[in-house]
């Protein structure tokens, strides 16, 4: 006799682990898709696990479908550590403008963007040589009195430099030293 086992959050999750240490990259991304479609019961460790299986595999479209799918999700989850993780996804493969958005989408649902959220877009920004937005971040970051560190300005300054904007670079050194 075979026993049908229920498809739940917690098998899926289980899965998509089981699956990600094996690298089977399609697998994950067909369970992730039926997670979006509500095929799935979803739970925060579901989105956490989907988002990290993109992030190792550099899969920017993917990611941003499991997003999308947590943002129309009512399960409870820390949803900043899913945008990070996200975000790392749009680092390794040089989405700047899809971090951007997502830090609109964060601003939008009002999720409080830490230190650590800021250098990963910034970071992003930093290599594709956007200097003008990474500029913009810090600018946010210092109205919102947000932490500025050693991060946040190197990362700011080697976009400036990539883009030869010398003058931009000694101006945040000037701000750095002023803090």
Not at 39 to 64: H, I, P, R, W, Y
Request: aromatic share 6%.
């Amino acid at each position: 006799t075979q026993t049908k086992v229920e498809s739940n959050a917690m098998t899926c999750n289980a899965a998509i682990s089981v699956l990600a240490k094996s690298d089977r990259w399609d697998d994950i991304f067909q369970l992730r898709r039926n997670v979006a479609k509500g095929m799935v019961e979803s739970t925060a460790s579901t989105f956490k696990a989907g988002v990290g299986a993109g992030t190792e595999n550099c899969d920017l479209q993917e990611t941003s479908g499991i997003v999308g799918a947590m943002m129309r999700s009512t399960a409870e989850m820390d949803v900043e550590q899913i945008f990070n993780a996200a975000l790392d996804t749009c680092e390794k493969v040089g989405g700047w403008s899809e971090a951007l958005h997502i830090m609109c989408v964060m601003a939008q649902r009002e999720v409080e963007c830490g230190t650590t959220t800021l250098n990963t877009a910034l970071s992003t920004c930093e290599k594709s040589a956007q200097w003008e937005q990474a500029l913009q971040i810090v600018g946010k970051m210092f109205c919102k009195k947000a932490e500025l560190d050693t991060n946040t300005y190197n990362a700011t300054i080697t976009a400036c430099k990539r883009s030869s904007e010398w003058e931009k670079t000694l101006q945040l050194l000037t701000v750095m030293q002023q803090s």
